[in-house]
């Protein structure tokens, strides 16, 4: 299943066996060879009256090539970001925009994902992490001036030396960066994104 965000809004594209056995089957399309699906995206994003969709792939479609088609007019980037740990076990978060969340940024041309995210943890906090494994991939739609984008976000898991001290980026409006031990970890995660909620737990299940 790829889960694609709009805010706080899930458009889920899924097999058959899939699909949640409690799905709203009103909420629930699955489009035959003359629908255009390239269109999905623009009706998750117009149509505030549901708040998730799930299409099923067809059985006899590839689901890469059937993603791909249904994501073909929306501009699709990559980003990195990091899941940083230090040696106590407390975990890096960044405050931006009134909301907890973990850094991430943009992948360069030619730059592997894993150095987008190493790149990325370091600029905006200032942390020099290595990265352990990747723990999922997350993706994002949005428009802030120009097309509808897709943003595919490799999360890794990683580990900063333990006397790591932060340095938020304030000029990418990060008001703080800190180490949040794992007390304090449901007070941030009860104010941030589902994706990074996603990225927690999937972090405990590896």
Same mark, same amino acid.
């Given at each position: 299943? =790829?889960? *694609? $965000? ?10 058959? #066996? !899939? ?72 975990? =890096?978060? *960044? $405050? ?10 943009? #992948? !360069? ?87 990074? #909620? ?9």
């Amino acid at each position: 299943m =790829l889960n *694609i $965000y709009f805010k706080r809004r899930i458009l889920s594209i899924c097999t058959k #066996q !899939e699909v949640p056995v409690n799905a709203d089957e009103r909420f629930l399309l699955c489009p035959d060879k003359d629908y255009d699906i390239s269109q999905i995206p623009f009706l998750m994003e117009n149509n505030l009256s549901f708040q998730n969709l799930i299409v099923e792939i067809p059985e006899d479609e590839d689901e890469k090539e059937f993603t791909d088609r249904l994501l073909s007019k929306v501009v699709r980037i990559n980003a990195g970001g990091g899941l940083v740990y230090d040696a106590c076990g407390n975990c =890096l978060m *960044i $405050y931006r925009n009134g909301t907890w969340d973990l850094p991430k940024g943009m #992948q !360069e041309d030619g730059e592997d994902i894993s150095l987008t995210a190493i790149r990325e943890v370091e600029e905006e906090c200032g942390v020099k992490a290595r990265p352990l494994e990747l723990i999922r991939v997350t993706h994002h739609a949005y428009r802030i001036y120009g097309p509808l984008t897709v943003k595919s976000i490799w999360w890794y898991r990683m580990v900063a030396d333990e006397k790591a001290s932060t340095h938020p980026q304030t000029e990418e409006g990060i008001e703080k960066c800190e180490w949040v031990t794992p007390d304090d970890l449901d007070y941030r995660l009860a104010n941030t994104y589902p994706s990074i #909620q996603d990225v927690f737990e999937a972090a405990l299940k590896k």
